[in-house]
């Protein structure tokens, strides 16, 4: 079997579902050879490493550990899953505590055993601060650090197409920014629909607003659905996003992302942009939308500096302005 690179690839929580999912996509698209399975809980990700076995995979060379020192050491690439998941009726600021801290060691382990890594991607929720958190404990640079947020511009592009009964794929740039949770900003004016401006197309404004909040609430509607959260669409939109910073197809939907940016007026959060995800880490771009879609990412924008201002006052990380003692590159 022909790899996209040899380097190791580390799944952090790999004994969950998300985790187990991630391991089974990476080997299914051929990235690399090596994958390093990691968790806390020992009867899960020895249960995953052994399934992997059973699947049989030409030239797999999968290993697995509780030990963070052997899991981090040499890994060059990384997406943790490794926080406790979203339950029916909890929002994902409901995490934020728990998987704050969660993602502070996980920077600390970043830092101490692989500081040398290419690319580390965290979708554990709430993704922006835990991200944040991550990036800020690890010392790594902004552009080798993203967030899942792709999941909420895919339900967004689904449920467009249902609306106009149209293949997925026939919808293009339904995008949503800033915060991966209740405050997302869904864009709506660059959406076209099998080449068509969406404005061309019978949509009320009841509709429309219908449809934004089927997708925020996309998540939640997953548990509903199938009583725990969601597993099969994160694991592989965060193993894409791992693909694309290996140099593969780039990965070109929303990505969470650090931001510290004068001119677009968005300081010291990670949020999703309009990004490009490559050999060469994470590219963005300023969102671009009508007054309405703005001022709603502002309204994302000011909900996410909350957020960081909490941790902050949990003392997960420190002020602002002592950041870049802890990360030179911040």
Same mark, same amino acid.
């Given at each position: 079997m022909?790899?996209?690179t040899?380097?190791?690839?580390l799944?952090?929580?790999a004994?969950g579902m998300?985790?187990?999912?991630?391991?089974?996509?990476a080997m299914m698209l051929?990235?690399t050879?090596?994958v390093?399975?990691?968790?806390i809980? /020992?009867?899960?990700?020895?249960g995953?490493a052994?399934? !992997?076995?059973?699947?049989?995979?030409p030239?797999?060379?999968?290993?697995?550990t509780t030990?963070?020192?052997?899991?981090?050491?040499?890994?060059?690439?990384i997406i943790?899953?490794?926080?406790a998941?979203?339950k029916?009726? !909890?929002?994902?600021?409901?995490?934020?505590k728990g998987n704050c801290?969660?993602?502070a060691?996980?920077?600390?382990?970043?830092?101490?055993?692989?500081?040398?890594?290419n690319h580390v991607?965290v979708?554990f929720?709430?993704?922006?601060?835990t991200a944040?958190t991550a990036l800020?404990?690890s010392?790594?640079?902004?552009?080798?650090?993203t967030?899942?947020a792709a999941?909420?511009?895919t339900?967004?592009?689904?449920?467009?197409?249902?609306e106009f009964?149209?293949?997925?794929d026939k919808?293009?740039?339904?995008?949503t920014?800033?915060?991966?949770?209740e405050?997302?900003a869904?864009?709506?004016?660059?959406?076209?629909?099998?080449g068509?401006?969406?404005?061309?197309?019978?949509?009320?404004?009841?509709r429309?607003a219908?449809i934004k909040q089927?997708?925020?609430?996309?998540?939640?509607n997953i548990?509903?659905?199938r009583?725990?959260?969601?597993f099969q669409?994160?694991a592989?939109?965060?193993v894409k996003?791992? /693909?694309g910073?290996?140099?593969?197809q780039?990965f070109t939907l929303?990505?969470?992302?650090?931001v510290?940016?004068?001119k677009?007026?968005?300081?010291?959060? !990670?949020?999703?942009?309009p990004?490009?995800?490559?050999a060469?880490g994470?590219?963005?771009?300023?969102?671009?939308g009508?007054?309405t879609?703005?001022?709603d990412l502002?309204s994302?924008?000011?909900?996410?500096?909350?957020m960081?201002?909490?941790?902050i006052?949990?003392?997960?990380?420190p002020e602002?302005?002592?950041?870049?003692? !802890?990360?030179?590159?911040?």
């Open positions: 022909n790899f996209l040899n380097d190791k690839l799944i952090v929580g004994g998300i985790g187990s999912n991630m391991v089974q996509t051929g990235l050879p090596n390093c399975l990691y968790d809980y /020992e009867p899960g990700v020895h995953v052994d399934e !992997m076995a059973h699947c049989a995979f030239g797999a060379n999968i290993t697995w030990d963070p020192a052997v899991a981090f050491t040499g890994a060059k690439y943790s899953s490794g926080g998941p979203r029916e009726g !909890m929002t994902r600021e409901d995490l934020l801290q969660i993602a060691q996980f920077g600390d382990y970043i830092k101490e055993y692989c500081p040398d890594v991607v979708i929720n709430p993704a922006d601060v944040l800020i404990h010392g790594l640079k902004p552009n080798q650090l967030s899942l999941l909420d511009s339900r967004l592009q689904q449920q467009l197409a249902q009964g149209v293949q997925q919808v293009c740039g339904a995008h920014y800033g915060g991966h949770g405050q997302m869904v864009f709506a004016s660059k959406v076209t629909i099998d068509k401006p969406l404005s061309e197309f019978p949509l009320s404004a009841e429309w219908e089927a997708t925020i609430q996309g998540g939640s548990i509903k659905l009583g725990r959260s969601s669409s994160p592989y939109q965060a996003m791992i /693909e910073a290996m140099g593969g780039p929303p990505a969470g992302c650090y510290n940016c004068d677009c007026g968005y300081k010291n959060v !990670m949020m999703a942009m990004t490009t995800i490559d060469t994470v590219h963005f771009t300023a969102p671009q009508t007054e879609e703005m001022a502002a994302s924008y000011a909900h996410l500096q909350h960081v201002a909490e941790i006052a949990l003392g997960i990380i602002v302005a002592d950041w870049n003692t !802890m990360n030179p590159n911040l």
